[in-house]
């Protein structure tokens, strides 16, 4: 009824730079709350950014400064853009977003199916 389709990931060097993209599709009546989570290996699925539908952001402390969220309501999509990246910052990053299928029904979380962030030498 919903996806999330993320792109832009892959292999980065130490310092370098991704830009993460998230469209959502499906039945949309509106959508809240978008957000990039991330999960390294071996470690717990943890937020790294949010940003809300008046566009006001959240940031991990680990991110803070270096990653930037913004969004496109027009078409539906969030993008993550990565600067001076660091190793600990590989991970599986999913794109989350909460939305409204309806003007009845109630918000609900949809996630990506998840995308790969290397950052390597």
């Known amino acids: 009824q919903v996806q999330l389709v993320e792109s832009g990931g892959g292999l980065a060097q130490p310092g370098g730079s991704l830009r993460l993209s998230c469209a959502v599709s499906?039945?949309?009546?509106?959508?809240?709350?978008m957000g990039w989570y991330r999960q390294a290996p071996g470690k717990e699925r943890e937020l790294a950014v949010i940003?809300?539908?008046?566009?006001?952001?959240n940031y991990a402390d680990s991110v803070k400064g270096r990653f930037t969220i913004s969004r496109d309501n027009a078409k539906n999509t969030v993008y993550l853009q990565m600067n001076s990246l660091k190793p600990e910052d590989t991970a599986v990053y999913y794109c989350?977003?909460?939305?409204?299928?309806?003007?009845?029904?109630?918000?609900?979380?949809?996630w990506g199916q998840g995308i790969q962030v290397t950052v390597s030498s």
């Open positions: 499906g039945s949309i009546f509106a959508i809240y709350n």
């Open positions: 989350n977003a909460e939305v409204r299928t309806g003007l009845l029904t109630w918000d609900r979380d949809y």
């Open positions: 940003i809300r539908s008046d566009g006001s952001t």
